[in-house]
T-cell receptor, first 113, second 118 residues
Framework: AQSVTQLDSHVSVSEGTPVLLRCNYS??????LFWYVQHPNKGLQLLLK??????LVKGINGFEAEFKKSETSFHLTKPSAHMSDAAEYFC???????????FGKGTKLSVKP | KAGVTQTPRYLIKTRGQQVTLSCSPI?????VSWYQQTPGQGLQFLFE???????NKGNFPGRFSGRQFSNSRSEMNVSTLELGDSALYLC?????????????????FGEGSRLTVL
């Protein structure tokens, strides 16, 4: 069965410093992986997706993620945090017999001025 | 292009009542899926509709049901409400779900309907 584990429930960084949000996955085959972001009182927005093409995936707002099969990881990074990045981030894998999305528990990112 | 619209945005019900939530997908999107978001359980998949047919269902009791109309608008209903049904219910639409038989994963979410059960 497919699953994702987000290793941190809360990450706090200072504005201008790098962001690292960690996600490990479990899959019996080559997975399709995604990162979604949810700003307060808003719906979720797709940040980026990995579908077995390039292992380094670039997304919106300067975020990128690297698929590492040997480590079963798909960590999200950004070189320099901005105040507007404060939100909750979800690592997602496609799973199940019909391919529904399976969400991680989420990582809340706080950005200090 | 208008995004996914969910109504109502907020509602309060009491135990035992029933509730109907509505979702209008992005124009041209034929797939609509529903998710329940709670602080304890996170985001959990409820069901997905494509061309008026339920194609996938999560692990929720039969009190949770849904349907999709010919214009792709969708409703979900929860009957005999329980305190634990308090949650943010999110609807998402997609153009190409099940493209070539597989979910592309690119969903567009509404802002949700926040249900409080007293």
């Amino acid at each position: 069965a497919q699953s994702v584990t987000q290793l941190d429930s809360h990450v706090s960084v200072s504005e201008g410093t790098p962001v690292l949000l960690r996600c490990n996955y479990s899959s019996s085959y080559s997975p399709s992986l995604f990162w979604y972001v949810q700003h307060p009182n808003k719906g979720l927005q797709l940040l980026l997706k990995y579908t077995s093409a390039a292992t380094l995936v670039k997304g919106i707002n300067g975020f990128e993620a690297e698929f590492k099969k040997s480590e079963t990881s798909f960590h999200l990074t950004k070189p320099s945090a901005h105040m507007s990045d404060a939100a909750e981030y979800f690592c997602v894998v496609i799973g199940g017999s019909q391919g529904n999305l399976i969400f991680g528990k989420g990582t809340k990112l706080s950005v200090k001025p | 292009k208008a995004g996914v619209t969910q109504t109502p945005r907020y509602l309060i019900k009491t135990r035992g009542q029933q509730v109907t939530l509505s979702c209008s997908p992005i124009s041209g999107h034929r797939s609509v899926s529903w998710y329940q978001q709670t602080p304890g359980q996170g985001l959990q998949f409820l069901f997905e509709y494509f061309s008026e047919t339920q194609r996938n269902k999560g692990n929720f009791p039969g009190r949770f049901s849904g349907r999709q109309f010919s214009n792709s608008r969708s409703e979900m209903n929860v009957s005999t409400l329980e305190l634990g049904d308090s949650a943010l219910y999110l609807c998402a639409s997609s153009l190409d779900v099940h493209l070539a038989g597989w979910n592309t994963g690119e969903l567009f979410f509404g802002e949700g309907s926040r249900l409080t059960v007293l």
